[in-house]
């Protein structure tokens, strides 16, 4: 059974800086596409990046340019550099993996809370 354990959330002022990271466990890491939602309050959960096993990359375009996702297969873990905060950015952040079974996990979320 595949297993997502996040951390890194917390508090930040507008223009700082977090990184998430998402553990993985029980299954082949380096076969999946890793990606990383959100979901602010009253609004849907919204895809922020994906990694693929490849490591290319893709972003929503409210984050290009400010977040950088990133894997580390030797660690079975990926990451969410998250730059530039703004106060819209604000939301629980999900872990999501897409194996190559076509099986999705997500995370428990991780709170980002970035105050202007």
């Known amino acids: 059974q595949v297993q997502l354990v996040e951390s890194g959330g917390g508090w930040v002022q507008a223009g700082g800086s977090l990184t998430l990271s998402c553990a993985y466990s029980?299954?082949?890491?380096?076969?999946?596409?890793m990606g990383w939602y959100r979901q602010a309050p009253g609004k849907q959960r919204e895809l922020v990046a994906r990694?693929?096993?490849?490591?290319?990359?893709s972003y929503a375009d409210s984050v290009k340019g400010r977040f950088t996702i990133s894997r580390d297969n030797s660690k079975s873990t990926a990451y969410l550099q998250m730059n530039s905060l703004k106060s819209e950015d604000t939301a629980v952040y999900y872990c999501h993996a897409n194996t190559f079974s076509g099986a999705e996990y997500w995370g428990q979320g991780t709170q980002v809370t970035v105050s202007s």
């Open positions: 029980g299954s082949i890491f380096g076969w999946t596409v």
């Open positions: 990694v693929t096993p490849g490591s290319s990359t």
